[in-house]
C-alpha cells in the first residue's frame, strides 16, 4: 500500500485536504493523525472492521482497547452510559486536551474497540487538525498511538513514516506534537476517581480541580502475577526503544556517578552506552553517547521530547541506554512512567 503524506499547515485552510482523510475514515479505513500529545493512528469507533484494521496495522494485542476521540460533547453522551458531575466537570476544565475520561460504555461501542470491556474511555482532542478531521468525518473516531505496538510514540509525522510506511493510507502532518506523552487516562467507574495512566493533565490539576484522586500502584511497578489488570495496556512492553534501557532513581549526585560508571564499564566492553541527561547534567558525563530530554526543572519541556530521543538512540544504534530519573511529580510522573515502562521497570534505585 502507498502510503500519502499532507502536510496540514492551517487547518482552517485545508478543509479540502482533511476532507480526503475524513472520507477514508468514512469508506473504513484508517488514517494517522496529529493531535496534541502524540500522533494517532484512526478509524470509525463504530466500525467494528475498521478498527480491527487498527490493531493489525500497528501490531498490537487485541485485549488492549483504544480511546475514542471526540470533536463535541454530544457524542460523549451517545457513547456512555451516564456522566458524573466530576466527569462533566473535568470535561468542561480540560477538553479539549490530554486527559481520557472511562465510563460504562454504551451498546453502541464495538466490543472491538473495548476489547470486550463493558468500560469506554474518551477524550476530545486539543490539535485542531484533528478536531476538524474528526468533525468532518461525522463519527467518533478510536485512535491509539501510531506507532507499532511495543515502540515509542511518534511526536512527529516523521517518526509515523518510520513506523506506519506502507501499512496505511494516509498520514495528516501537523509538525512536532506539543506535549509529547500520551493522555492521562482517568477510571470515573470506581468509587474514587483513579489515574490509570499519568499525562499531561497533571495529578495535581485534577485534585485541584475534583478533590480526591488515585493512583493506580502500576502507573510506577510492573503489573504482578495474578494481580488484576485495570487496564490492559499496564501489561504490555511499551515506549520502548530497541536497547535495554535503565532507569536511575534517586538523589542527583549519586546518578551521576552511577551512570558515569555504567557508561565507562560497557566501554570496556567495547559496548556503546546511550546516556539519557538533563540539560542540567549532560556537561557531567565523560562516556557514551549523550543526549538531553530537557530541562529536569520543567517535566514538560522534558515530557515533550522524550519518546524522540529514545527513537534517536535507536538510530545511533547503542547497546544499552541509561537513564537520569526526574521527580515525580506534575508531568514529571509521566515522564518517570514512559522510562519505567521503557524500561520495563528495571529501575536502580541509589
Ligand atoms: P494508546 O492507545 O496507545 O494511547 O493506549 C491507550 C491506553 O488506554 C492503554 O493503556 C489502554 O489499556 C488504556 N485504556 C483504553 N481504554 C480503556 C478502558 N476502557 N479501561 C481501561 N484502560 C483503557
Ligand atoms: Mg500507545
Not at 502536510?7 to 479505513?29: F, H, V, Y
Not at 458531575?85 to 477538553?95: E, H, N, Q, S
Request: aromatic share 4%.
Amino acid at each position: 500500500m502507498k502510503t500519502r503524506v499532507i502536510t496540514i499547515s492551517d487547518p482552517e485552510q485545508q478543509e479540502k485536504e482533511i476532507m480526503e482523510a475524513a472520507q477514508l475514515l468514512r469508506s473504513g479505513q484508517v488514517v494517522a493523525f496529529p493531535t496534541e500529545t502524540v500522533y494517532g493512528l484512526g478509524a470509525n469507533a463504530l466500525d467494528a472492521e475498521a478498527v480491527g484494521r487498527i490493531f493489525k496495522a500497528k501490531g498490537r494485542p487485541s485485549d488492549n482497547p483504544l480511546i475514542v476521540h471526540i470533536s463535541d460533547i454530544s457524542t460523549w453522551h451517545k457513547l456512555v452510559e451516564a456522566i458524573p458531575k466530576k466527569a462533566l466537570l473535568l470535561a468542561d476544565k480540560f477538553w479539549p486536551g490530554p486527559l481520557t475520561i472511562i465510563l460504562k460504555k454504551s451498546k453502541l461501542v464495538p466490543e472491538a474497540v473495548t476489547a470486550g470491556l463493558d468500560t469506554v474511555g474518551v477524550r476530545m482532542p486539543a490539535h485542531p487538525a484533528a478536531l476538524k478531521l474528526i468533525e468532518l468525518s461525522g463519527v467518533p473516531v478510536a485512535a491509539p498511538s501510531a506507532n507499532i505496538s511495543g515502540r515509542p510514540s511518534p511526536t512527529s509525522a516523521q517518526h509515523v513514516i518510520e513506523d506506519m510506511n506502507g501499512r496505511i493510507p494516509m498520514i495528516l502532518d501537523g509538525g512536532k506534537t506539543e506535549v509529547g506523552v500520551e493522555s492521562t487516562v482517568l477510571d470515573m467507574t470506581g468509587s474514587a476517581p483513579m489515574v490509570l495512566r499519568p499525562g499531561g493533565v497533571t495529578v495535581e490539576m485534577l485534585q485541584a480541580a475534583i478533590g480526591q484522586v488515585r493512583i493506580h500502584p502500576n502507573v510506577m511497578r510492573p503489573v504482578q502475577k495474578d494481580e488484576k489488570v485495570r487496564s490492559p495496556g499496564m501489561k504490555y512492553v511499551h515506549y520502548a526503544p530497541k536497547a535495554p534501557v535503565t532507569l536511575v532513581r534517586g538523589e542527583l549526585n549519586r546518578q551521576v556517578e552511577f551512570i558515569n560508571k555504567e557508561a565507562a564499564r560497557l566501554e570496556k566492553e567495547s559496548k556503546r552506552a546511550g546516556i539519557l541527561a538533563t540539560d542540567q547534567t549532560l556537561s557531567r558525563y565523560q562516556a557514551g553517547i549523550r543526549l538531553s530530554m530537557g530541562d529536569r526543572e520543567n517535566p514538560a519541556d522534558i515530557a515533550g521530547k522524550l519518546f524522540a530521543r529514545l527513537r534517536e538512540f535507536d538510530e545511533l544504534g547503542v547497546d544499552a541506554i541509561l537513564a537520569e530519573g526526574v521527580e515525580e511529580k506534575e508531568e514529571g510522573l509521566a515522564v518517570m512512567n514512559r522510562i519505567a515502562r521503557a524500561a520495563g521497570f528495571h529501575i536502580i534505585d541509589l
